[in-house]
Each structure stands twice: as structure tokens, then as C-alpha cells.
């Protein structure tokens, strides 16, 4: 393998690297008093417990009429490429994603409300258009800082048997657009990118377990869904992987989530592999699922205690309906 030459001086003698990490923290520490990131953080926290945006002065001077919000980024970027032009090697310790077509930053995160900066490369947008629409449990407000786009809005309103009634408007987006939405009955779609678009975005989770839901364009019939925030995403995972690993003993703990409060995704996540585990502890959780007729998960219960019922009639020997 070979190692460049300021690397493996690195190895030698690590203080040039503590040093970069001192300058480019304190390239940010400049950048945050200058721009009253302590203020602005206070404010998430406060919009993360459901304080109204237009309460919070700080916060909405971000995504205003004036200029705050791109003086805040273009300070970022002034500080954080100074700094790393002159230590290369420097990290910067700020939550970051990157994938094929968007580049995301959290510059500040307090609870479930996070402020982002988002570039968005045109090049990669998917030549097809999109077949299905998510919508998700939070809210979003999103300034453009730099580039221009062209995106559809979609917006679904319920229908019966678990559709939603989709309208679609187009919009153009250039510097200085500020766009509101609700992000479980509203969803932004880009159609078009010129070159790189960057979005200032602050966002908040919405209270309450609702999922991620899915739906087809065309149609507006459900597809897919998700559980709809980060507690229930870990669970569901844990869940799946006692199940893969055998775990009987987690049955009593699966059937227990299963019949609580919470998600209906996650609580029949747990059904599930409970009854992979422990077909006796999982169908008697089943039963009193099914017997629970102010349950929203009583119908799917009781049809699948059926269709078990008529597969294997010895279940009827650890029916507590029935057995009662």
C-alpha cells in the first residue's frame, strides 16, 4: 500500500495535525459568534417542542426577506475553506452525508429540529420521472442560497380505501425562495437542476407515530410505509435481527411491544418475529390483538389468526378466545 509522504509524517509526529484541529475549530468558533449560532440553537430547541415559527425572531430572520440566512452560509463556507486550504488534513466535526446526487451538512441540531445545507447536483437527477411520492412525518422550511430548479409540488389529501387524492404544481426555484411545507401531506420533487442547487433547510419532526408513507402518482394507491421517526427505525431493526439470530428468549419482550402503544409498523414488526420465535407467546399475542376491537391493528390480527387457524388447527389448543 502506498502511504504520501505527509502522511507518514503524520505518523511520525501527530502535532501538525492537533494544530489543523485547533485552527479550523477555531475558523468555526469565529463563525458561530459572529453569526449567533448559540441563539440560533436555543431556537431549534425551541421549535423541536412545538413553538411556533414565527415566534422565533432568530430563526425566522434565517428564511426572511433579508439576508441573513446567506450571510450565514457564505461566513460557513469563507471560514470553513480558508481553513482547510491552509490544513488540508484538518476534519471537520459536523454530521455530513454524501451520495451520488445531494451533499448535506447539519450546521446545528437541537431534538428532532435540525438546520442543513443542502447541494444538490443537477447532473444526477434521475432521467426518468418519479413513479411514487413519499410523505413524511415533519415539517420543513427551505430557502434557496444559490443555483436555480424547476420541482413539482405534490400535495395528497386523503381518499378512501388508504388512497390520497394527489395534485401536482410546478414551481420555479432561484435565489431567495422560501418554500413552508408539511412534509406528511406535502413533498417536493426536483424536475430540473441547474448545475448545483443550495438549500438553506430547517426541519422538525412531527409528534406522534405516524409512518412514512409511500403512494404511486398515478394512482394515489398506498405502496409502501416506514416507521416514522428514529426510535421506531432502531426497534424494528433490533427486532428483525433477534428473529434472524433465534432468539427465543426475546419473545416475551417482542409480544410486549407488539401489544403497547406506539407505531403500528414497528408493534407488528414485533408480532412477527415474536411468532418466528415463539409460536405460543406470538399467537396468544395475536389472539389479544384480534380481541381488541379499539386496536387499529384488531382487523389485520384477526384475519391473520384465521388464516393461521385454518393452516394449523392444533393453534386452537393456546387460543385465550377461544379458551375462554
Known sequence: MQVQPKIMALRRDPSPQRLAQQCLEQALGAWRKLHRLGDIEAELGAYASGIDFDELAVLAGLFGPGTTGSDLVDGFVSAVSAAIRAHPFAQLGLRHFLDERTATLMLARRGSATLTLL?????????????????????????????????????????????????????????GTVLHRDGSREALQFTRIDGVLVLLKLQRRLPGDEPA?????????????????????????????????????????????????GGDSLRWQALRECLGLDTAAGFGSLCRLAANAADPLAVPAGALRAQLLEAWPQLTEIDPCLAS
Open 213 to 261: 408513507r409511500e403512494y404511486a402518482l398515478t394512482s394515489g394507491a398506498l405502496v409502501n410505509q416506514a416507521a416514522g421517526n428514529p426510535r421506531d427505525s432502531r426497534i424494528e431493526l433490533a427486532a428483525a435481527l433477534l428473529g434472524r439470530m433465534g432468539r427465543s428468549d426475546a419473545a416475551p419482550y417482542l409480544a410486549a411491544i407488539a401489544e403497547e402503544h
Open 119 to 175: 447541494a444538490i447536483g443537477g447532473t444526477a437527477l434521475p432521467t426518468a420521472p418519479p413513479e411514487t411520492v413519499i410523505f413524511t412525518q415533519n415539517q420543513s422550511i427551505e430557502r434557496v442560497i444559490a443555483g436555480s430548479a424547476r420541482a413539482a409540488l405534490v400535495r395528497g389529501a386523503e381518499a378512501p380505501d388508504r388512497r390520497v387524492d394527489l395534485i401536482q404544481q410546478s414551481i420555479d426555484l432561484r435565489a
